[in-house]
């Protein structure tokens, strides 16, 4: 049995206000674990994100898979949120054998992604609008979507449960009971029998 994988403290933007007691201790434990694991148990090569922030998200899937293919956007990084920015290039440069390219830029305004990804991780506008927006402008170029702040954000559990009502082509879906929780939609039958197994 392999231990399991902790978010490194040190990793943290210094003056992060998550960095800070319980609330670290949960996301470090219980939220960003799971990033790692589904990228090693679902054998991910390649992951969009919607929402970088700082980049702890990505740095806990490019531990699992320091090679792995990553496009990342967000649309605060010009805004108040520039040292988170700066931080998640810092923490990119620890991967050189990735293929990392991040971007400042609105998923809103996107109609389609850069290309295919094995995963997309949606955590950009939690409002429920641009929430399913971002899942849906997903949905036909990867195998699999993760959403964030499903059990801690009404309005993106609103959304995700509206995609799976009128959206076909999910034939799967599962609840993480992490931190904040998430929802792993299920988007290609190639990987179906390995979140219902």
């Not at 919607?50 to 806990?60: D, H, L, W």
């Not at 040292?83 to 830029?105: N, S, Y």
């Not at 998923?107 to 949606?122: C, I, N, W, Y």
């Amino acid at each position: 049995m392999t231990e399991k994988w902790i978010f490194p403290k040190e990793k943290m933007m210094p003056g992060d206000g998550w960095s800070g007691g319980n609330f670290y201790e949960q996301l470090s434990q219980n939220q960003y674990p799971h990033y790692h694991e589904i990228i090693g148990f679902f054998g991910i090569q390649s992951v969009f994100e919607i929402g970088v922030r700082a980049g702890y998200s990505m740095f806990a899937m490019l531990t699992a898979n320091p090679g792995l293919r990553f496009y990342g956007v967000d649309k605060l990084c010009e805004d108040e949120s520039r040292p988170r920015w700066a931080h998640a290039i810092q923490l990119a440069t620890e991967f050189p054998e990735a293929d990392i390219r991040l971007e400042k830029g609105n998923s809103q305004k996107m109609t389609e992604l850069p290309g295919r990804f094995d995963l997309a991780h949606v955590d950009g506008d939690h409002s429920k609008g641009p929430a399913l927006h971002d899942i849906k402008l997903c949905a036909p170029y990867v195998d699999l979507i993760l959403v964030d702040d499903y059990n801690y954000i009404s309005t993106v559990k609103d959304a995700v449960d509206e995609f799976l009502v009128t959206c076909e082509g999910v034939s799967n879906w599962g609840h993480i009971p992490s931190y904040h929780g998430h929802a792993l939609l299920v988007t290609r039958d190639v990987v179906a029998p390995l979140i219902a197994g």
